[in-house]
């Protein structure tokens, strides 16, 4: 029992010496008092000390109007157990003195984190050693002219310095960017195409895989759009009633439809982006009967239509590779669908089968038109300047 009893009273003192060392003091949590001094005796003939931590932490994640902003953080705190001040010297003077010195970490902090937004990440550990060399040079100032807070002149014209210096010092909670005018973006997922006309006389409605990436200048937007599916046809498409590879009903198609198009933005923000766009493209149906032979039509064809990104995660990360203005990343994963129209002009159908080597033959219906419809999941991306 009397085992258990010490055991359980060693495990308590221990529990308390570690939270005793965990426990820090930030500046959020208002001005020092001599309770976050955990020591009274003097060392190396000095009235207190006071030790601080000063560090680049991971990055930190804020949204704001809908945009995450993934901003690098500089974090700074007093550590009480490591910290002590002499009881016999415990004045108003002194505990003024050491908020001074705070106050100057908290100062260096905020730069720090303000500065290393707009640089290359691998910049950042400089950009540290510097700030700390500063500080260190500046809290030396301190204790030489205020003679470690007993010269009350001097302290109160630090107390000065270091107070226009905080207020003139933005803490980085302001989250904003700039992007830069250029962008790119890249999206994959289906596609129907509605055949319509006389068109749909002799195709069906198919549906396929669409795959689009484009190129975005502020407003304007170039896009490339890729669709392979599958189709069938409804009637003898090619007319040759004597050959054993006759294309008639229900055979199957692949579908192989290349646009290129320009569009402009009408609504563009941190949710949603709105565009019509028109272009020209290729249109084609293709099928292989057997080995060594094959049938095909294609025409080219004007279209337009509709774009529409739903922006899903809107994310602004501050960190690059390259030393330039815009050094940061900002990028979005967006649903995105776009509605056009084609219009089709079918004039003749190529065929290669053995006996019928090139064979050209007329369409018996060659005008229509199309109705597109794509659901995709793209990413849009940028870089961007952190404001």
């Not at 570690?18 to 976050?36: C, E, F, I, R």
């Not at 690098?72 to 010297?89: C, G, I, L, Q, R």
């Not at 689009?212 to 069938?232: A, E, H, L």
Request: proline share 3%.
């Amino acid at each position: 029992m009397k085992k258990f009893l010490l055991f359980s009273i060693l495990c308590i003192a221990l529990s308390n010496v570690v939270s005793a060392q965990n426990y820090v003091h930030t500046w959020n949590m208002g001005p020092l008092t001599w309770n976050d001094f955990s020591h009274n005796s003097a060392v190396d003939g000095h009235c207190s000390y006071l030790e601080y931590y000063f560090q680049i932490d991971d990055e930190q994640y804020h949204e704001v109007d809908g945009v995450t902003y993934a901003k690098p953080h500089v974090s700074a705190h007093m550590a009480p157990f490591y910290s002590w001040a002499d009881t016999n010297y415990r004045t108003p003077e002194l505990l003024r003195y050491n908020q001074c010195i705070f106050a100057l970490v908290e100062i260096y902090r905020r730069q720090l984190e303000n500065d290393i937004q707009n640089v290359p990440f691998y910049d950042r550990q400089q950009l540290f050693d510097r700030s700390m060399r500063r500080l260190e040079e500046d809290i030396h100032r301190v204790h030489q002219d205020t003679r470690e807070g007993t010269d009350t002149a001097e302290l109160c014209r630090w107390e000065q310095t270091v107070q226009t210096r905080l207020d003139s010092t933005n803490d980085s909670k302001q989250y904003g960017f700039v992007d830069a005018p250029y962008r790119w973006d890249f999206s994959i997922g289906m596609s129907y195409q509605a055949v319509c006309g006389q068109l749909g006389d002799v195709f069906r409605n198919g549906l396929g895989m669409s795959m689009n990436f484009g190129i975005g200048f502020k407003r304007f937007f170039w896009n490339n759009s890729m669709v392979i599916g599958g189709s069938r046809c409804r009637t003898n498409l090619y007319n040759i009633k004597d050959s054993i590879n006759d294309l008639y009903p229900n055979d199957e198609l692949v579908v192989l439809n290349l646009y290129t198009s320009l569009g402009y933005s009408v609504i563009d923000n941190n949710r949603m982006r709105l565009a019509p766009f028109a272009g020209y493209g290729l249109m084609g149906y293709y099928f292989t009967p057997d080995e060594g032979s094959s049938m095909g039509t294609g025409n080219g064809c004007w279209h337009f239509g509709i774009d529409y990104n739903h922006y899903i995660h809107n994310q602004v990360h501050s960190w690059n590779f390259s030393p330039d203005y815009y050094n940061g990343d900002h990028s979005t994963l967006n649903l995105n669908v776009r509605l056009y129209a084609t219009y089709n002009h079918f004039r003749k159908a190529t065929l290669d089968l053995e006996g019928l080597q090139n064979h050209v033959t007329d369409l018996s219906h060659p005008t229509g038109f199309t109705i597109n419809l794509q659901v995709a999941i793209g990413l849009t991306s940028g870089r961007t300047h952190c404001k």
